[in-house]
């Protein structure tokens, strides 16, 4: 499972236009329209690349940024690759950097300013240890500077395809948001099973527990799947939500989803695989975590077919109800290596929120 090369021959290769810079970098094959700068070819002598292009309308310390689709990092040792050319009496600056989409924080691993001669150049940047486990995209920045004669481009760039992941938009399962119904979960109608999840768009009916809206749209239009515990008068009774069956993994996937467990008699959210082997808990949480959506993720190793299990446990009272929202799986969840990654605010809407992330790691047996 790895990134593959982006050559730019065809398209931009996953990468896209950052919509908050100044201009966007340009698709060519060939010298770049001025005298002087830029270069003649694509690295290795023929194909396309892409590039900033320093004449006017482009200023000084203009920028341009274009990024990479999400990748899982899974080693210490994971390296990206790329070649670059810098030629041209104004050249101004190209920066690499590296975004955690946990936080969102940006971070500059690698940066050259000035004329580096005409002539394509390879560069390697290590992650290093502060980006193992995480889920990233990687970000070039070109910007501008004194003059028409300060061309920069890019091209062949990618990870090492050993210790990088290519997180993808599909698995065979689609995110969950619930927003048309169950979205391919199915209740548990064993005798294991005492309730079932309720699917709601705005608040609960009982006051001080469970969401006020959902976690997809962050309104009261937006559906989830919560446990409704209003008229049960023993704590203890379970709903439990399957997912579609998923084959084996051939390395660990993740399970990513975001839940809401607030008021005073909440007892627990846990999960499970269920295979031929039965069901095997992964991940649980227990007791009030605030009037907040939270994202847990969970990592899944699994040798056959297997389903995922969402098990709410009522608690003593009505003030107990818990949420599930915006589930998907990451990197290999289907034998394939293409999957999705949730990517969205918290539950008050004030920004990315990553609080109270829980990663398990679970070994065959």
Not at 290 to 301: D, K, L, S, Y
Request: hydrophobic share 30%; proline share 2%; glycine share 12%.
């Amino acid at each position: 499972c790895g990134s593959k090369i982006a050559s730019f021959d065809s398209d931009m290769n996953g990468f896209t236009q950052n919509t908050s810079d100044t201009f966007d970098w340009t698709r060519r094959s060939g010298s770049t329209p001025s005298f002087g700068t830029g270069p003649s070819f694509g690295h290795g002598g023929s194909g396309s690349y892409i590039y900033i292009e320093a004449s006017f309308p482009r200023r000084v310390n203009h920028s341009a940024v274009v990024t990479s689709p999400q990748y899982a990092v899974s080693q210490t040792t994971c390296s990206y690759t790329f070649w670059y050319h810098m030629y041209g009496g104004s050249t101004g600056t190209l920066k690499f950097y590296v975004i955690d989409i946990s936080t969102g924080k940006k971070s500059v691993l690698w940066t050259r300013s000035g004329q580096q001669g005409n002539l394509w150049q390879s560069a390697t940047v290590k992650l290093g240890a502060a980006f193992n486990g995480k889920i990233v995209q990687v970000a070039f920045e070109g910007i501008v500077g004194t003059s028409y004669d300060g061309d920069i481009a890019v091209d062949d760039a990618g990870f090492d395809s050993s210790s990088c992941c290519r997180v993808g938009p599909t698995c065979g399962f689609k995110k969950a948001t619930f927003q048309s119904g169950l979205e391919g979960f199915i209740q548990d109608k064993s005798s294991g099973d005492q309730m079932d999840w309720v699917r709601r768009a705005g608040k609960t009916p009982s006051a001080s527990t469970g969401p006020t809206f959902d976690h997809s749209m962050l309104n009261s239009s937006g559906y989830y799947m919560y446990l409704e515990t209003s008229g049960f008068s023993s704590s203890g009774r379970r709903a439990r939500l399957y997912s579609k069956p998923l084959s084996s993994t051939s390395k660990v996937c993740s399970l990513v989803f975001w839940y809401h467990m607030y008021g005073s008699t909440i007892n627990a959210l846990n999960i499970y695989t269920n295979s031929t082997a039965g069901l095997k808990q992964l991940w649980s949480r227990r007791g009030n975590q605030g009037n907040i959506w939270r994202m847990a993720r969970v990592f899944i190793n699994q040798s056959s077919e297997f389903n995922v299990v969402f098990e709410a446990v009522a608690g003593s009272s009505f003030t107990g109800d818990i949420a599930i929202d915006d589930v998907s799986f990451a990197q290999d969840c289907c034998g394939v290596c293409t999957c999705h990654v949730v990517l969205t605010k918290d539950g008050m809407g004030l920004g990315i929120s990553y609080s109270h992330f829980f990663s398990f790691k679970i070994q065959t047996v």
